[in-house]
Each structure stands twice: as C-alpha cells, then as structure tokens.
C-alpha cells in the first residue's frame, strides 16, 4: 500500500525487456538504506518487489501483466521515474490509498502553464475514465493527484510548483504515455452498485449523484 506522495525521481540504470518479462535495475539513492529483498517499491506507481540490491541499485522483475498495462515498455536506460515506499502503518496518510496496481496507461494531450501552476490533459480509455469522478483521486506516475475536470475521452489534473518540481511530470511532452491507478474507493462502489442495480441500467455519474455518492 502506499500513499502517492513520491519520495524521490531516481534514474533507470538498466532495463531488459524480454518475452512477458522484463528486469529494471533502478539506482535508489539514499532510498536503498533500509530497503531489504522483498520489499515493495512503487516505481512510477507500479508496485514492484526488490528481487537485487548492490550498493544503491535495486533490481525488479517484472510480470506480463505489469508490462501489457503500464507504461514500463516506453523506458529506457537513464529515464527518472517517481519512487515511494510502501507505507508503515505509523504513517501519516497524506496523499490517498495508492496499492499500485495500474489500471491503464494514459497519454499526454496538453500542458497548460499558469506562472509556476500547470494543468494537464490526459486521453484515457472509456473504461478507465468510468472510474474516475470529478474532484475525485487518481495516481499519475504514482503521484496522488486530484481529478480537476472530466470529460467522455479526457481528463485533467493541476500541478502545483512542489509537485512539478519534484516527480518526473516535468520531463513528460505530448504524446508520452503515463500509468494510472484509479481510486480504488471509487471503483468499489462502482462495482458494488453495478450488482445490486438492474443490468440494463447504465451507471453514469449523475446516477451515483442521485444516490448520494
């Protein structure tokens, strides 16, 4: 579990893609220094577990699985991703529950400056958009961010001067693709209300409004 508040943007020191697997070795930094094989790393959102470490690099292998939904593919030697810990139970909660899991990849369609304020647009599959509500969490790369306007094929967050100078959100340019985790709150309820409505009723936003979501 983790909370979307990135700790650190670390550099891929090396990255193998095979057939349905793929190993990254990631130099962690001063993030190695309790780290233990086994542990649970996110790395741009995507909770993978430390299988080597030797000095300041963790290696991780990684699933089908994570392959086919992130953007794990589209990187390379020497790219920064955004890297948190798993969160103790004596931490604070300060972003939203993150269990880096992604659901999908999204690609960047525009970034809007605002002096040190930037607001961007992602296009995203219509199922991964059904999760999403606005004003609602998602995970972009990991970060804990909120959902500031939604659309059928789009939607946006904005970016505050920390954030931006302080995850890989800096480094994206249009086109890039970026993994996203949507609100597991979210999806829950959307699932549990899916059952217990009648199946040819559609689930839209205005319905979860009406009944008191």
Not at 110 to 115: A, F, G, L, M, R
Not at 160 to 172: D, G, Y
Not at 173 to 195: A, M
């Amino acid at each position: 579990m983790f909370t979307g508040l990135i700790e650190g943007v670390c550099k891929i020191k090396n990255i193998q893609i095979g057939v349905g697997s793929a190993v990254i070795d990631v130099d962690l930094g001063w993030l190695v220094s309790d780290g233990r094989i086994g542990d649970s790393i996110a790395v741009n959102g995507t909770c993978l577990t430390i299988t080597r470490i030797n000095g300041s690099i963790a290696s991780f292998d990684v699933s089908s699985e994570t392959i086919e939904k992130s953007n794990i593919a589209t990187l390379s030697a020497g790219a920064e991703v955004n890297v948190e810990r798993a969160l103790k139970a004596s931490d604070r909660l300060g972003g939203h529950f993150v269990q880096g899991h992604i659901d999908a990849a999204a690609t960047l369609e525009q970034v809007s400056e605002n002096n040190d304020f930037y607001e961007l647009t992602f296009s995203a599959a219509q199922e991964v958009l059904s999760q999403m509500i606005k004003k609602g969490s998602v995970a972009i790369n990991g970060i804990s961010l909120t959902i500031a306007n939604l659309d059928e094929s789009s939607f946006s967050v904005a970016i505050i001067p920390q954030t931006w100078q302080n995850t890989n959100l800096k480094n994206l340019k249009s086109g890039d693709r970026v993994n996203i985790e949507t609100d597991i709150i979210t999806k829950t309820v959307i699932k549990q209300l899916d059952r217990i409505l009648p199946q040819k009723t559609s689930l839209t936003i205005e319905k979860l409004r009406e009944m008191g979501f």
